[in-house]
């Protein structure tokens, strides 16, 4: 994938382009850099990417490997892979993608699986994720894969997980009511709720949940 992006600023900086490409190994210390930045504790250190897993994802489905560049610096990434899974499956992080390795991947799977997305706090402001999500809308167009699919995080919910359940957190979070780091990104982005799933990863922020989302290819 090799797409430009022209004309933006970041607090009244403006910056010449954006470049959306596969990354190689040459990113590997720059994406283990901005995963460092990106997710502080309490977010398990054992869930940020090696130079192994980063391997693995290069080998078994480079198409489901982006990043982006910001004036010729790699400021964040995105890793899918391919699998079949339902909406009522209960599912951990670890299990569907093997631990951030991918070798669960489905050639023929017909939906493509978030494993990650992570970008460097410093260039938050400029919609780097968004840019990214939309690459990877467009990876399913490619493909004729039926939707994206993954599991996010709720960072917010412990705040709140006394008076709610997930699912009215969610549903808060929606509407507007509520914000959370990730899932109001999420909405924002086109994603679609599909449901909390219990036990998705070790995150205490989260409660240990993760919600699941769509974007179905509006062209099947």
Same mark, same amino acid.
């Given at each position: 994938? *090799?797409?430009?992006?022209?004309?933006?600023?970041?607090? +009244?900086?403006?910056?010449?382009?954006?470049?959306? @490409?596969?990354?190689?190994?040459? *990113?590997?210390? !720059?994406?283990?850099?901005?995963?460092?930045?990106?997710?502080?504790?309490?977010?398990?250190?054992?869930?940020?990417?090696?130079?192994?897993?980063?391997?693995?994802?290069? #080998?078994?489905?480079?198409? +489901?490997?982006?990043?982006?560049?910001?004036?010729?610096?790699?400021?964040?990434?995105? #890793?899918?892979? !391919?699998?079949?899974?339902?909406?009522?499956?209960?599912?951990?992080?670890?299990?569907? #993608?093997?631990?951030? #390795?991918?070798?669960?991947?489905?050639?023929?799977?017909?939906?493509?699986?978030?494993?990650?997305?992570?970008? *460097?706090?410093?260039?938050?402001?400029? =919609?780097?994720? @968004?840019?990214?999500?939309?690459?990877?809308?467009?990876?399913?167009?490619?493909?004729?894969?039926? @939707?994206?699919?993954?599991?996010? !995080?709720?960072?917010?919910?412990?705040k709140h997980a006394d008076e709610l359940s997930p699912g009215q957190y969610v549903n808060a979070v929606l509407q507007g009511d509520l914000e959370d $780091?990730?899932?109001?990104?999420?909405?924002?982005? =086109? @994603?679609? $709720?599909? !449901? $909390?799933?219990?036990?998705?990863?070790?995150?205490?922020?989260?409660?240990?949940?993760?919600?699941?989302?769509?974007?179905?290819?509006?062209?099947?």
């Amino acid at each position: 994938m *090799d797409k430009w992006i022209y004309g933006f600023e970041k607090k +009244g900086h403006p910056f010449h382009h954006l470049y959306i @490409r596969n990354y190689k190994e040459q *990113d590997f210390r !720059r994406l283990i850099e901005i995963q460092k930045e990106a997710f502080p504790p309490p977010f398990p250190s054992e869930l940020l990417w090696d130079e192994g897993q980063l391997n693995d994802h290069i #080998t078994i489905f480079p198409e +489901g490997c982006i990043c982006i560049e910001v004036e010729g610096i790699v400021a964040g990434s995105m #890793t899918a892979m !391919r699998t079949n899974i339902t909406d009522e499956q209960d599912h951990t992080w670890e299990e569907i #993608t093997a631990n951030g #390795t991918i070798h669960t991947h489905n050639k023929d799977g017909k939906d493509l699986y978030v494993v990650d997305i992570c970008v *460097d706090p410093a260039y938050r402001s400029l =919609g780097i994720g @968004r840019q990214l999500t939309q690459a990877m809308y467009e990876t399913v167009v490619h493909l004729n894969i039926d @939707r994206l699919v993954g599991g996010g !995080r709720m960072p917010g919910y412990h705040k709140h997980a006394d008076e709610l359940s997930p699912g009215q957190y969610v549903n808060a979070v929606l509407q507007g009511d509520l914000e959370d $780091p990730i899932l109001t990104f999420l909405f924002k982005a =086109g @994603r679609s $709720p599909v !449901r $909390p799933v219990k036990n998705y990863i070790e995150d205490e922020e989260s409660c240990h949940y993760g919600l699941l989302t769509e974007w179905k290819n509006p062209f099947l």
